[in-house]
């Protein structure tokens, strides 16, 4: 009886060697690694400034490249695009005086932190500062258009108008929270929280406000991760 339990145990043994060495065993973060990023997700212009007055939720695309001198820190560049959707524009007495809608490109070098080690996921912190291009556009409502002023110093530079585009460029500063983990052998997918804050001039308005000093941003981003050489 003792022997069949023991040829028994021997067989069970041989019959699950194979399949315990079937399963894969997923990557960690480690030192020398460079990861290839797409990022997707929808966006919120904050009320900070005045931006979410003028322009309504859109979405946003990103790449990015970071390369990890060591297992917990990354370093790299970043593009990204965000498009604001339409936001009724209203008037101090709160009529509807135009839509708004904007547009901003951006390149930024960027810093990771990982808050975890030795792992195959992680949770973690990503700031980075760049440069932006900013564009904004606000549609007339009504017949006669609107009276919109580039600028209110020289009031014979403004004009009853259909649409006016105000464009910038300037300062990007952005931060993030999110996690991520591996899903398979050189591929990873995350998902975090991106504030971004657009540095514009201080440009001002006759009845269509515009982002005063700096427009943010709340993006939240599903990001695939396409790992080099693993």
């Not at 052998?185 to 515009?210: D, H, K």
Request: charged residues 10%; contains cysteine.
């Amino acid at each position: 009886m003792l022997r069949r339990a023991a040829v028994a145990g021997l067989l069970l043994a041989w019959t699950a060697a194979p399949a315990r060495a079937q399963i894969p065993t997923l990557p960690r973060f480690e030192a020398g690694q460079t990861s290839i990023g797409l990022l997707l997700g929808p966006s919120w212009p904050t009320g900070t400034n005045g931006f979410a007055s003028v322009a309504g939720r859109g979405y946003g695309a990103g790449l990015q490249l970071l390369y990890y001198p060591w297992d917990w820190i990354a370093f790299g560049p970043a593009f990204g695009m965000t498009q604001f959707g339409k936001q009724d524009i209203r008037a101090d007495s709160g009529r509807i005086t135009g839509l708004g809608k904007a547009t901003v490109s951006h390149l930024s070098l960027l810093t990771r932190l990982n808050m975890v080690r030795g792992e195959s996921w992680t949770p973690y912190l990503l700031g980075g500062v760049g440069y932006h291009l900013f564009s904004h556009t606000a549609d007339a409502q009504g017949s006669a258009g609107a009276v919109v002023c580039a600028d209110t110093s020289a009031p014979a530079t403004c004009a009853a108008q259909k649409s006016f585009t105000t464009t910038a460029e300037g300062l990007l500063v952005t931060g993030a929270a999110g996690a991520e983990f591996f899903y398979g052998t050189g591929l990873s997918l995350s998902l975090e929280t991106r504030y971004q804050r657009f540095q514009v001039p201080r440009i001002p308005a006759a009845s269509i406000p515009l982002p005063s000093g700096a427009a943010e941003s709340v993006t939240v981003n599903l990001a695939a991760h396409l790992w080099l050489g693993l």
